[in-house]
């Protein structure tokens, strides 16, 4: 059955339901000149999006993943665009009904709609786009309270905490401050964890009046993903002063899917930060019985509860404390647990002696937790960490990675890219599966949030349903022949020496699939020696020239004056020189990754210039110029580049870049097609050069007439 066919029975289903023919639209434009198969409109606005797959696009109704599947995102994706309540996918013999939900969680409706159901549907969505903007208007008052007050970290947590919990129908805490101009209640009142004000920080304040900001909100009312909005907006703006980390809601709920949760599991948030991952949990359907949370201050506890309350049931557990203290309580009071979850603090550095490597020297935080995760990991239980890609791509973590991840279980790597908003350090999601034999075989995906937003939006990670259904099916069928990913999302690589972050692995399957893919491709220090520059420098003295990163161009060299050194710098090091048929490449910089061959002369080369003397029995020194520029090299390159603040080359990385080495003949060929084109653009520059003299001559010559 062919798409205009579907379309066709499409109609006469809604037909059936009782929609008016006239008000059923087919091949209706949307935004940024997408078309959509049909459209159900009711007083003028869109009702139902219908959206066409076949074949194996079709999704499985009892797809455990069904939230994530590629074609469900892409019709809530065009729902959400044109503002439809309701969306359908059909192949023409099933119909699945959506309600649109921008929170990225879309759920199927167990029945289909008709006709005089929608107005009772716009009813209940005018209501609550109503109720939530009458609740964004009160958070905002409570807010500017906050400021005019000056309030200590604790007080709007604890506010919140009370008002949500006489809600549920524990009314204790919100009437004893409600009465309490200042002071602090008995720690009796609070279940959840050691009362958090221990001191005063601040001025007094009416506890009362924030109170019935509060009540008049109707926040309680809200649904639990509209009231995880609301409690993003008080996070966001209160007050952190011990900076708890509070990823984002895309990544939790990315990790919590990754964790594969089953059911009655003990599962374990090392690092809970605010509560972000549990309430992910929540979302995904986990029990709160099954959750085990450490945070690292009391307040953080308010926070992971409060993020809880909407949910009704039982709270968590919930530990304050540090974890990673020997004796703390998930020594001792915990059995091992079957998942792990991790979001531990980045780059701290962990100086007491039970943190220290073999070398005796201090662990980094997230190291640390990682560690502390595998001692309390059952046999064949599952950890979902969030680690720098520093961690997972610097040399001097090599022996972490190799002793601790390699050895655990390492099955995917999933890198989220800046994930923080307004934070430069790229990270990624590391699955560890311990009942998994040590492979060398890793998943790897792109799984960065383009939006960078701190809620999780449907429309913040398009491709994520494509990445997570290719590692379910990586789970399950790890043959060898594993497909490639036509995408260059997601790619089956055996590990390399050196780094595990994703971005040179997707690019070196990128290779394989553009034109040179039918020729041999090696790594390039088989065809070439590789080493690097020396220690030089710029000295106003010099008499030396020396070529810095700067210099170095695509296929060019363009040497700054500048660029002198003295004598006795250069016999320093006597290797680091580069002669006639050396290429050189850019190890820093703008120009990261760009190579130059000598045509001419000799040069020295500082250190962060890579020397390659090709093997010109096996490849031309101009070819391999011309192919280390080429996207074929240069993206994985770049990708491959480390460093947090400034990318940069290393020995190895440059050593084991992947280059095409089609037959000599061939590279003689390319050689003389990029020659020539060369030559065309600098007569080109030239001439260009030459006109705009002329036009910079009539215009001092007032065009050469006379002015009269």
Same mark, same amino acid.
């Given at each position: 059955?062919?798409?205009?066919?579907?379309?066709?029975?499409?109609?006469?289903?809604?037909?059936?339901?009782?929609?008016?023919?006239?008000?059923?639209?087919?091949?209706?434009?949307?935004?940024?000149?997408?078309?959509?198969?049909?459209?159900?409109?009711?007083?003028?606005?869109?009702?139902?999006?219908?959206?066409?797959?076949?074949?194996?696009?079709?999704?499985?109704?009892?797809?455990?993943?069904?939230?994530?599947?590629?074609?469900?995102?892409?019709?809530?994706?065009?729902?959400?665009?044109?503002?439809?309540?309701?969306?359908?996918?059909?192949?023409?013999?099933?119909?699945?009904?959506?309600?649109?939900?921008?929170?990225?969680?879309?759920?199927?409706?167990?029945?289909?709609?008709?006709?005089?159901?929608?107005?009772?549907?716009?009813?209940?969505?005018?209501?609550?786009?109503?109720?939530?903007?009458?609740?964004?208007?009160?958070?905002?008052?409570?807010?500017?309270?906050?400021?005019?007050?000056?309030?200590?970290?604790?007080?709007?947590?604890?506010?919140?905490?009370?008002?949500?919990?006489?809600?549920?129908?524990?009314?204790?805490?919100?009437?004893?401050?409600?009465?309490?101009?200042?002071?602090?209640?008995?720690?009796?009142?609070?279940?959840?964890?050691?009362?958090?004000?221990?001191?005063?920080?601040?001025?007094?304040?009416?506890?009362?009046?924030?109170?019935?900001?509060?009540?008049?909100?109707?926040?309680?009312?809200?649904?639990?993903?509209?009231?995880?909005?609301?409690?993003?907006?008080?996070?966001?703006?209160?007050?952190?002063?011990?900076?708890?980390?509070?990823?984002?809601?895309?990544?939790?709920?990315?990790?919590?899917?990754?964790?594969?949760?089953?059911?009655?599991?003990?599962?374990?948030?090392?690092?809970?930060?605010?509560?972000?991952?549990?309430?992910?949990?929540?979302?995904?359907?986990?029990?709160?019985?099954?959750?085990?949370?450490?945070?690292?201050?009391?307040?953080?506890?308010?926070?992971?509860?409060?993020?809880?309350?909407?949910?009704?049931?039982?709270? =968590?557990?919930?530990?304050?404390?540090?974890?990673?203290?020997?004796?703390?309580?998930? #020594?001792?009071?915990?059995?091992?647990?079957?998942?792990?979850?991790?979001?531990?603090?980045?780059?701290?550095?962990?100086?007491?002696?039970?943190?220290?490597?073999?070398?005796?020297?201090?662990?980094?935080?997230?190291?640390?937790?990682?560690?502390?995760?595998?001692?309390?990991?059952?046999?064949?239980?599952?950890?979902?960490?969030?680690?720098?890609?520093?961690?997972?791509?610097?040399?001097?973590?090599?022996?972490?990675?190799?002793?601790?991840?390699?050895?655990?279980?390492?099955?995917?790597?999933?890198?989220?890219?800046?994930?923080?908003?307004?934070?430069?350090?790229?990270?990624?999601?590391?699955?560890?599966?311990?009942?998994?034999?040590?492979?060398?075989?890793?998943?790897?995906?792109?799984?960065?949030?383009?939006?960078?937003?701190?809620?999780?939006?449907?429309?913040?990670? =398009?491709?994520?349903?494509?990445?997570?259904?290719?590692?379910?099916?990586?789970?399950? #069928?790890?043959?060898? #022949?594993?497909?490639?990913?036509?995408?260059?999302?997601?790619?089956?690589?055996?590990?390399?020496?050196?780094?595990?972050?994703?971005?040179?692995?997707?690019?070196?399957?990128?290779?394989?699939?553009?034109?040179?893919?039918?020729?041999?491709?090696?790594?390039?220090?088989?065809?070439?020696?590789?080493?690097?520059?020396?220690?030089?420098?710029?000295?106003?003295?010099?008499?030396?020239?020396?070529?810095?990163?700067?210099?170095?161009?695509?296929?060019?060299?363009?040497?700054? =004056?500048?660029?002198?050194?003295?004598?006795?710098?250069?016999?320093?090091?006597?290797?680091?020189?580069?002669?006639?048929?050396?290429?050189?490449?850019?190890?820093?910089?703008?120009?990261?990754?760009?190579?130059?061959?000598?045509?001419?002369?000799?040069?020295?080369?500082?250190?962060?210039?890579?020397?390659?003397?090709?093997?010109?029995?096996?490849?031309?020194?101009?070819?391999?110029?011309?192919?280390?520029?080429?996207?074929?090299?240069? #993206?994985?390159?770049?990708?491959?580049?480390?460093?947090?603040?400034?990318?940069?080359?290393?020995?190895?990385?440059?050593?084991?870049?992947?280059? =095409?080495?089609?037959?000599?003949?061939?590279?003689?060929?390319?050689?003389?097609?990029?020659?020539?084109?060369?030559?065309?653009?600098?007569?080109?520059?030239?001439?260009?050069?030459?006109?705009?003299?002329?036009?910079?001559?009539?215009?001092?010559?007032?065009?050469?007439?006379?002015?009269?």
């Amino acid at each position: 059955m062919n798409e205009s066919k579907i379309i066709q029975v499409a109609v006469e289903h809604l037909l059936a339901l009782g929609y008016p023919r006239n008000s059923i639209d087919t091949e209706v434009e949307a935004g940024r000149g997408r078309r959509l198969d049909a459209v159900v409109f009711h007083m003028g606005r869109a009702a139902i999006v219908i959206e066409v797959k076949r074949g194996e696009l079709f999704p499985d109704a009892d797809d455990k993943l069904l939230p994530f599947n590629a074609s469900v995102r892409q019709a809530q994706f065009a729902a959400v665009e044109v503002g439809a309540p309701l969306y359908i996918l059909t192949d023409g013999s099933n119909f699945l009904w959506f309600e649109t939900d921008p929170s990225g969680r879309p759920a199927m409706l167990p029945n289909e709609k008709r006709i005089d159901e929608l107005a009772t549907l716009f009813g209940e969505r005018d209501e609550r786009e109503q109720r939530a903007a009458s609740v964004n208007r009160a958070v905002r008052q409570l807010l500017e309270t906050s400021y005019a007050q000056n309030w200590s970290p604790e007080t709007l947590p604890l506010l919140l905490y009370a008002y949500l919990q006489r809600a549920r129908g524990d009314a204790a805490l919100y009437e004893y401050l409600a009465r309490h101009e200042h002071g602090r209640p008995p720690a009796s009142l609070v279940d959840v964890h050691e009362f958090v004000l221990k001191q005063d920080r601040g001025a007094p304040i009416a506890y009362h009046q924030a109170l019935d900001i509060l009540s008049t909100s109707r926040l309680d009312e809200l649904s639990p993903s509209d009231t995880l909005r609301i409690v993003d907006t008080l996070m966001l703006r209160s007050s952190n002063w011990h900076g708890s980390l509070r990823i984002p809601r895309w990544t939790a709920d990315l990790m919590v899917r990754l964790a594969r949760i089953g059911l009655g599991e003990r599962v374990l948030d090392l690092n809970g930060g605010m509560g972000n991952l549990a309430a992910a949990g929540r979302l995904n359907g986990v029990d709160t019985k099954q959750f085990t949370i450490c945070v690292q201050h009391s307040t953080d506890a308010l926070w992971t509860a409060i993020q809880q309350l909407p949910f009704g049931g039982a709270l =968590p557990k919930v530990y304050v404390g540090n974890p990673l203290q020997t004796g703390s309580y998930i #020594d001792s009071h915990r059995a091992p647990a079957d998942c792990i979850v991790i979001a531990p603090p980045f780059g701290a550095v962990l100086r007491d002696t039970n943190h220290l490597q073999a070398n005796g020297r201090p662990l980094a935080s997230e190291e640390a937790y990682i560690h502390k995760a595998l001692s309390l990991l059952s046999p064949k239980g599952r950890i979902v960490a969030i680690l720098p890609n520093g961690t997972l791509s610097s040399p001097l973590k090599k022996s972490f990675r190799d002793d601790v991840l390699r050895q655990n279980g390492l099955t995917a790597v999933l890198d989220v890219g800046t994930f923080l908003p307004g934070s430069s350090v790229t990270a990624s999601i590391v699955v560890l599966e311990r009942s998994e034999a040590y492979s060398k075989r890793i998943f790897f995906a792109n799984a960065q949030c383009r939006l960078l937003e701190d809620h999780f939006d449907c429309r913040e990670v =398009p491709a994520l349903a494509h990445v997570i259904a290719r590692l379910e099916a990586w789970r399950h #069928d790890r043959r060898n #022949d594993f497909p490639t990913d036509d995408t260059g999302l997601s790619a089956v690589a055996e590990l390399d020496e050196g780094a595990l972050n994703a971005a040179p692995y997707l690019a070196q399957q990128a290779q394989l699939k553009m034109p040179f893919a039918s020729f041999e491709h090696v790594y390039l220090e088989s065809v070439a020696e590789v080493t690097k520059g020396g220690a030089v420098t710029r000295d106003s003295a010099g008499t030396v020239p020396f070529i810095g990163p700067g210099a170095i161009r695509p296929l060019e060299i363009n040497l700054d =004056p500048a660029d002198r050194a003295s004598e006795s710098q250069v016999k320093r090091f006597p290797k680091a020189v580069v002669v006639e048929g050396d290429i050189v490449l850019n190890g820093l910089s703008t120009y990261l990754a760009a190579a130059a061959l000598i045509e001419t002369g000799q040069y020295s080369i500082n250190r962060h210039v890579f020397r390659i003397r090709a093997d010109r029995d096996r490849v031309l020194p101009a070819y391999l110029a011309i192919a280390i520029n080429s996207r074929y090299v240069r #993206d994985s390159l770049r990708q491959s580049a480390s460093g947090s603040t400034i990318k940069m080359l290393t020995l190895p990385m440059v050593r084991r870049a992947i280059v =095409p080495v089609p037959p000599l003949a061939i590279q003689h060929e390319i050689v003389h097609r990029v020659g020539a084109a060369k030559a065309e653009r600098d007569t080109a520059g030239e001439v260009f050069r030459m006109r705009e003299l002329a036009l910079n001559s009539l215009i001092d010559d007032l065009g050469a007439g006379d002015a009269a």
